[in-house]
């Protein structure tokens, strides 16, 4: 058999009966039959010929004790007389309408003599994906830096079975990042190695024939049914390039190795019971220094004054922005031009008509501002697309495709906002919020909720470890918030005067335990504030732009500051 001439995969042709096939196995994986997991009706493969062509071959379960101990992934293989079949499939896996097929006057040898490519890979970058250059399910390969690794989930599939998933996200070389979804072995794989105590702190995944992905109106990538395979950290060059020029330009930008190194998120109570910081909401303006921190609290109210979504970049996710373009004139004057412009509030600018197609792909995602109350105050936060699709099972564009009717004197904000956000007033939910150099810079108070959580062990953990109950019961339990907060310092201001929620304290260094510093921070609540019990009712939204509404009857103690005199 080795002595026949070798038929490249270009040639084959439905009138080719006696030939060979020279061919590597690039990847193999088990069909099993409908509502029996154990019985495999058929072995399917991805085989690639010296010359780089690729082929789909299939084997039946018939022909198993013959041929499967020969098919092993990056082997070699000489296959004689495989027969030329049609592949049936909704989705081609290599492109092409035909496969190979394994019968009973087939032969296979395994040879060692491969002068081909050890892996031939077609990357597409993310850039093209994003802007939907390449159609959805179409196979490709990528390339692409781990970011961050979310934890791995069980999801229901349609058929009411659970299916193993698990999201990451990946950036190339140009800093475009992007969405990948892993299922079932891939998401178990590649699960098993984030979470290795061996890993490498930057970890590169090189995915050899996954497909592109478009879920909820959301742009990413995926591997294609059980054909892809994955390359994690191989040593191969495709891999070893990109992790050399990744982390030397990485370096190149940063003093600390540690700000690059892949990141990885295990589950949602690690990221809570493990979380270094907690604070309560009166103490968040304090911090000075850019972290993330727990806060626990219940939202009441959502503000129907700011818009609860936004245009985003398919590129970075930042705010999309349209402006007129100006043109001077010779008299010094200027004309607005019929043609305007979209720009990225990350500086990067289209033309809108040269990518007209892109404008009209932009998606909308969430931006949904809450207020959230603890026992110490009340403080904005900022639900993100991540997050809310996951309480709402809806995408921003989807809410928006039912609640048509906007207020134009608000840009995106609604006259009535969507039911769905009725679900969140009076819930109790751990908070994991950035304090990001903005905030401390400009003093802004509103935070972007990174995660969070309403669950009834994490909650009663929380309240646990950090003693928050404690607290709420005795305002002179001053010590364990101290504790709590680290050596936050609170921020000297001249001014007493009182905006909203947010009372300025005085000057106080938490970290001197001297007791006249104490003191100041120990004095009776009532000494400071005025008390009024307050029914705040409402049963509808008014549909007033700038009113904030508490959803149901709330009776609580309403803390209204005495301004010194």
């Known amino acids: 058999m080795e002595n026949n001439k070798i038929t490249m995969f270009r040639s084959l042709d439905a009138h080719l009966t006696n030939y060979t096939i020279k061919a590597k196995i690039i990847s193999l994986w088990h069909k099993k039959m409908n509502g029996d997991d154990k019985q495999i009706y058929r072995v399917d493969m991805l085989l690639m010929d010296e010359e780089g062509s690729f082929i789909q071959c299939s084997c039946l379960n018939k022909l198993f004790k013959r041929f499967l101990k020969h098919l092993v992934v990056d082997d070699c293989l000489l296959i004689h007389k495989p027969s030329l079949a049609k592949d049936t499939t909704k989705i081609k896996v290599t492109g092409k309408d035909q496969k190979l097929s394994l019968y009973p006057f087939s032969s296979v040898l395994k040879i060692e003599n491969w002068s081909g490519p050890r892996y031939y890979f077609r990357f597409t970058d993310f850039k093209s994906v ?22 791995i989930e069980d999801v229901d599939k349609k058929d009411g079975t659970k299916a193993k998933r698990m999201n990451l996200t990946l950036k190339d070389l140009h800093d475009t990042k992007i969405s990948l979804t892993l299922w079932e072995n891939y998401a178990i794989e590649m699960s098993d190695y984030m979470n290795g ?15 592109v992905n478009i879920y909820q109106e959301k742009i990413g990538l995926t591997n294609m049914f059980e054909a892809s395979r994955l390359f994690i950290n191989s040593d191969i060059d495709e891999i070893r390039e990109f992790k050399n020029r990744y982390v030397e330009k990485e370096f190149s930008q940063s003093s600390s190795s540690k700000q690059s190194c892949s990141q990885v998120i295990s589950n949602v109570e690690d990221q809570f019971l493990n979380a270094g910081d907690f604070v309560f909401n009166a103490f968040i303006s304090s911090i000075d220094k850019e972290k993330k921190v727990v806060i626990v609290g219940t939202i009441i109210a959502i503000s129907n004054h700011k818009p609860w979504y936004y245009l985003a970049c398919n590129h970075c996710k930042k705010q999309i922005e349209e402006r007129s373009q100006l043109v001077e004139k010779e008299d010094g004057s200027f004309h607005v031009l019929d043609q305007n412009i979209i720009e990225c509030t990350n500086a990067i600018t289209y033309n809108l008509i040269a990518c007209l197609a892109i404008y009209l792909l932009l998606p909308n995602r969430y931006k949904i501002p809450l207020r959230v109350q603890d026992s110490t105050g009340t403080v904005s936060c900022t639900l993100f697309d991540y997050e809310a699709i996951k309480l709402f099972k809806k995408t921003a564009k989807q809410l928006l495709d039912v609640y048509t009717k906007v207020d134009s004197s608000t840009e995106g904000a609604f006259q009535t906002l969507p039911t769905e956000f009725d679900t969140l007033i009076n819930r109790k939910f751990a908070f994991q919020i950035k304090v990001s150099s903005y905030n401390i810079a400009n003093q802004s108070k509103n935070y972007g909720i990174s995660m969070l959580s309403s669950d009834d062990d994490i909650l009663s953990a929380l309240e646990n470890k950090w003693k928050i109950n404690e607290f709420d019961q005795s305002e002179s339990n001053v010590q364990s918030l101290s504790d709590s907060v680290g050596n936050v310092k ?15 304290p005085e000057h106080v260094d938490v970290t001197d335990h001297g007791q006249s510093k104490l003191e100041n921070i120990k004095r009776n609540l009532q000494e400071v504030y005025d008390v009024d019990a307050v029914d705040s009712s409402s049963t509808k939204r008014p549909n007033i732009p700038g009113n904030v509404e508490i959803k149901d009857v709330i009776k609580f103690d309403l803390i209204t500051p005495k301004l010194e005199k």
Request: no cysteine; hydrophobic share 40%.
């Open 130 to 151: 994003l802007t939907k250059k390449v159609p959805a399910n179409t196979p490709i390969d990528f390339v692409g830096y781990v970011v961050v690794s979310y934890p």
């Open 490 to 504: 609170f921020i000297s201001k001249e001014s007493h005067s009182v905006i909203g929620d947010n009372v300025t």
């Open 197 to 211: 105590k061996n890993r490498e702190d930057h970890v590169v995944l090189l995915v050899h024939f996954g497909t």
